[in-house]
T-cell receptor
Framework: SQKIEQNSEALNIQEGKTATLTCNYT??????LQWYRQDPGRGPVFLLL?????KEKRKERLKVTFDTTLKQSLFHITASQPADSATYLC?????????????FGTGTQLKVEL | DTEVTQTPKHLVMGMTNKKSLKCEQH?????MYWYKQKAKKPPELMFV???????INESVPSRFSPECPNSSLLNLHLHALQPEDSALYLC?????????????FGDGTRLSIL
């Protein structure tokens, strides 16, 4: 069966440290992988997108890697701040008969403590 | 504020009622989506419209009826819902229905079925 799992339900880290979130998938062949942030009571907000043939993508303090052999993506936030506290969702993009669709992972709730 | 506007923000309805959820975007996007999100779970795709035509229906029960009257508007008509349909309903849009397109989400309608 198809699964998209993110490393843990919750991750607590100290301010200033690097947060590393994991997204593992089975029985998918995604062409793209996207990362979103979701705050309580809000819709997801797009952060980064990476293609299957890209190893790494960066945007300010964010970095994403994509390893199609391991079927895994890592999402890093460097110099983390309390404002980075949120739920982070990975999403796989696949082409289906009706068009492309996003399937979301289980999410990781990140809490950055002072 | 998000660029995708959903109304109402909250809706409480009985199982015999008929109501509609509305979604509007003015970014010129030609693909629009409905997702359902239960508490502490990821968003799940329900419907996708591309150029006002239904492209993907993820085997959603017929008590949910989508409509795309024009390129800026997306409705979800609700009738005879069940208590298990209580959830956050998210609308999203993207420039086109093709790969490599981030999705822009509204903040959702929180629906409670009595």
């Amino acid at each position: 069966s198809q699964k998209i799992e993110q490393n843990s339900e919750a991750l607590n880290i100290q301010e200033g440290k690097t947060a590393t979130l994991t997204c593992n998938y089975t029985n998918y062949s995604p062409a793209y992988l996207q990362w979103y942030r979701q705050d309580p009571g809000r819709g997801p907000v797009f952060l980064l997108l990476i293609r299957e043939n890209e190893k790494e993508k960066r945007k300010e303090r964010l970095k994403v890697t994509f390893d199609t052999t391991l079927k895994q993506s890592l999402f890093h936030i460097t110099a983390s701040q309390p404002a980075d506290s949120a739920t982070y969702l990975c999403a796989l993009e696949e082409l289906t008969g009706g068009g492309n669709k996003l399937t979301f992972g289980t999410g990781t709730q990140l809490k950055v403590e002072l | 504020d998000t660029e995708v506007t959903q109304t109402p923000k909250h809706l409480v309805m009985g199982m015999t009622n008929k109501k509609s959820l509305k979604c509007e975007q003015h970014m010129g996007h030609r693909a629009m989506y409905w997702y359902k999100q239960k508490a502490k779970k990821p968003p799940e795709l329900m419907f996708v419209y591309s150029y006002e035509k239904l492209s993907i229906n993820e085997s959603v029960p017929s008590r949910f009826s989508p409509e795309c009257p024009n390129s800026s508007l997306l409705n979800l008509h609700l009738h005879a819902l069940q208590p298990e349909d209580s959830a956050l309903y998210l609308c999203a849009s993207s420039q086109e229905l093709q790969m490599n397109q981030p999705q822009h989400f509204g903040d959702g309608t929180r629906l409670s079925i009595l």
